[in-house]
């Protein structure tokens, strides 16, 4: 069945550090993928999406390209802040409104 | 900017009450959702709700589960008997279409 797999956490970076966090999925079909983000005590929020191959999702400085041929969902940002520490999730979509498929999250510490 | 909310943030039952968590959608969404966060674990789908019926459900939703959507605007999860292991964080999501937006969830602890 379909699956996302994250690297495994916690990663810990020193503030104004690169980060990626790697997702790869498998899917049957043509999924849209999305990155979440949980920040302590709180809920998931939407950090980018990406709906088609090829597609980059950016926001907040974070950004995920959708790599078919890899089947790959890497999220990246050049520059992390402290208040960048949070959970990190991979999920797809297999089809537009059906139930979203997580990876078991990455956990980011950020240290200044 | 419109936003899923979720009552209670907390509860705590003792093991074979029924509890009832409730949502509150985006106003214009259509699709709804509920998924569970074990502690440490990652974030489960229990069950999709369209057009005032279950779309999909997973093992997880078993007979103790139930949702439904009684006025219109509230959709509900209630968990007939609670058991020791539905202890978890519970999220309700909602959608126009693919993107889902999450409610900030509901804690429950069945003691």
């Known amino acids: 069945g379909d699956s996302v797999t994250q690297m495994e956490g916690p990663v810990t970076l020193s503030e104004e550090a690169f980060l990626t966090i790697n997702c790869t999925y498998t899917?049957?079909?043509?999924?849209?993928l999305f990155w979440y983000v949980q920040y302590p005590g709180e809920g998931l929020q939407l950090l980018l999406k990406?709906?088609?191959?090829?597609d980059k999702g950016s926001n907040k400085g974070f950004e995920a390209t959708y790599r078919k041929e890899t089947t790959s969902f890497h999220l990246e940002k050049g520059s992390v802040q402290v208040s960048d520490s949070a959970v990190y999730f991979c999920?797809?979509?297999?089809?537009?409104?059906?139930?979203?498929?997580f990876g078991q999250g990455t956990t980011l510490q950020v240290k200044p | 900017e419109p936003e899923v909310t979720q009552t209670p943030s907390h509860q705590v039952t003792q093991m074979g009450q029924e509890v009832i968590l409730r949502c509150v959608p985006i106003?214009?969404?259509?699709?709804f959702y509920w998924y569970r966060q074990i502690l440490g674990q990652k974030v489960e789908f229990l069950v999709s709700?369209?057009?005032?019926?279950?779309?999909?459900k997973s093992e997880i939703f078993d007979d103790q589960f139930s949702v439904e959507r009684p006025d219109g605007s509230n959709f509900t999860l209630k968990i007939r008997s609670t058991k020791l292991e539905d202890s978890a964080m519970y999220f309700c999501a909602t959608s126009p279409q693919e993107t889902q937006y999450f409610g900030p969830g509901t804690r429950l602890l069945v003691l």
């Open positions: 106003s214009n969404h259509l699709y």
């Open positions: 999920a797809l979509n297999p089809s537009n409104t059906g139930k979203l498929i």
């Open positions: 899917a049957t079909g043509y999924p849209s």
């Open positions: 709700f369209y057009n005032n019926e279950i779309s999909e």
């Open positions: 990406a709906t088609k191959a090829d």
